[in-house]
């Protein structure tokens, strides 16, 4: 995500920045957060177990409430 929104000029409100978080997830993996199943990408597979495995639980449960606590508490 970082390669694909390092450049990118967030929006205003907390909530568009959740659905360009979302679909930004969904143009990465693509498959749409609602999926509750983990997806595999091969351009993230580079080895191991679970390598190349996109959990959008992950992203829905933790990574995107933590990004958005982050935004919020930014000066």
């Known amino acids: 995500m970082p390669a694909a929104l390092g450049s990118y000029a967030y929006p205003s409100t907390e909530e568009q920045r959740t659905v360009l978080l979302e679909q930004t997830y969904q143009q990465l993996t ?5 999926n509750p199943d983990p997806v595999f ?3 993230y597979s580079h080895g191991g177990m679970s390598s190349g495995s996109v959990s959008p639980q992950f992203w829905t449960e933790q990574a995107i409430p933590l990004l958005r606590s982050r935004y919020r ?3």
């Open 30 to 34: 693509g498959t749409p957060l609602s």
């Open 73 to 75: 508490d930014t000066p």
């Open 41 to 43: 990408v091969e351009r």
